[in-house]
């Protein structure tokens, strides 16, 4: 597989979604104006508290990584058999776990997050894209994103089960992005502790709405966590990150309130959409990824209203949305779209 170059995001809106800085530069407008809905990140993210004054100036230590940690555990119920280990943001392991294994074949399973197959690319791995899990099957390590990025697919726990012990014959990995799975808890396989060989990643950048702290989770073999966290390198997560995190994971009430919102939030934003004609490919109760042949039109369209949503380059005739944060937000995209089947009629 040819590792693709990474975009520019001083000239292209890059490989993923939230450059408001570049389409500010292109279509103009200030911050305020947009309304950008080209990620996956929960619009009404969790209501971080006032941090004390120590957080900021010490170093953080290792009970506070033990705590986010823990906190992770509990709230994924995670098995005493396997470690959890706190990651600055999901992207940090994904950048490492590569590092952490002999030349291997690996097959990332469907379109999915991009980072991955460069990941392991650039780490000497021999990659490719596998069309589904069972076209999985050869590769020494197999990465699936569970509900997958961009289209929201769902792998069912068995034929994820299924791979793992097929993977396992051959002292194989299953590596299992569980980014979005927050609003679908019973899809996780982080409760699993059966299969020693399977690695998931978890983020409360997208569901908690706290990307910026940037605070992953690597749930894994007890054997891994050791060398896992010497390749992370000491304070390799903020102690202002750790706190959030910890305070934002331990909120059960906040948690259980969101996921009713965002599966209501989820099924307007897919009416929304097939009312405008879009064909859905698929969602998640955080993003919707639709398919029109104008879309190109569409979402050049949206850009001249100061509205962001997510373009596929490989992909020219889907469009990904994600929520709306506002009644007026998502009355701005009910009139944007009013205003585009005006033009095109």
Same mark, same amino acid.
């Not at 080209?38 to 619009?43: A, E, L, Q, R, V």
């Not at 589904?132 to 726990?157: F, I, M």
């Given at each position: ?8 995001? %001083? ?11 570049? %389409? ?7 911050? !305020? ?24 100036? #010490? ?29 600055? *943001? ?21 379109k999915t997050y991009s980072e991955h197959?460069?990941?392991w690319a650039q780490a000497g791995h ?27 697919? =769902? ?6 089960? !299924? ?27 982080? &409760? ?5 060989? $399977?690695?998931?990643? #978890?983020? =409360?950048?997208? +569901?908690?709405?706290?990307?910026? $702290?940037?605070v992953g989770f690597v749930i894994c073999?007890?054997?891994? %966590?050791?060398?896992? #966290?010497? @390749?992370? *390198? ?12 910890? =305070?934002? @994971? ?20 897919? /009416? ?14 955080? +993003? ?7 879309? /190109?039109?569409?979402? &050049? +369209?949206?850009?001249?209203?100061? $509205?962001?949503?997510?373009? +596929?380059?490989? /992909? ?12 007026? *937000?998502? /009355? #701005? ?13």
């Amino acid at each position: 597989m040819t590792v693709p170059p990474r975009a520019s995001i %001083a000239t292209t809106e890059g490989q993923h979604g939230g450059n408001l800085s570049w %389409a500010m530069t292109a279509f103009g407008g200030i911050a !305020d104006q947009w309304l950008d809905l080209s990620t996956g990140i929960n619009p009404n993210g969790y209501p971080v508290p006032e941090m004390p004054a120590t957080v900021w100036q #010490r170093l953080p230590d290792s009970a506070a990584f033990t705590q986010a940690e823990d906190a992770a555990r509990k709230i994924f119920g995670v098995p005493s058999a396997k470690a959890v280990v706190v990651t600055a *943001g999901t992207q940090a392991a994904i950048n490492v776990l590569p590092r952490m294994r002999p030349h291997s074949r690996v097959a990332v399973v469907g379109k999915t997050y991009s980072e991955h197959a460069l990941a392991w690319a650039q780490a000497g791995h021999e990659v490719r894209e596998a069309e589904s899990l069972t076209d999985a099957c050869s590769a020494e390590v197999v990465v699936v994103v569970n509900p997958n990025n961009p289209d929201g697919r =769902v792998y069912p726990r068995d034929e994820l089960c !299924d791979a793992a012990r097929a993977l396992s014959a051959r002292d194989g990995t299953l590596i299992v992005d569980e980014a979005f799975a927050d609003s679908c808890p019973d899809e996780s396989l982080a &409760q699993d502790g059966q299969y020693a060989n $399977i690695v998931i990643l #978890r983020s =409360v950048g997208k +569901f908690y709405g706290l990307a910026g $702290i940037r605070v992953g989770f690597v749930i894994c073999p007890s054997a891994l %966590a050791l060398p896992l #966290r010497q @390749l992370l *390198g000491p304070w390799s997560v903020t102690g202002p990150s750790l706190a959030a995190c910890t =305070v934002a @994971l331990n909120d059960s009430a906040w948690r259980d309130d969101t996921r009713r919102r965002l599966f209501d939030a989820g099924r307007r934003l897919e /009416q929304t959409l097939v009312a405008a004609n879009l064909t859905l490919v698929g969602r998640t109760d955080l +993003f919707a990824l639709t398919a029109t042949p104008h879309a /190109q039109a569409l979402w &050049q +369209f949206l850009a001249d209203q100061h $509205i962001l949503v997510r373009r +596929f380059e490989q /992909q020219p005739l889907w469009l990904r949305f994600g929520l709306p944060g506002s009644e007026a *937000g998502w /009355q #701005r995209l009910h009139e944007a779209f009013a205003s585009f089947a005006e033009v095109r009629a």
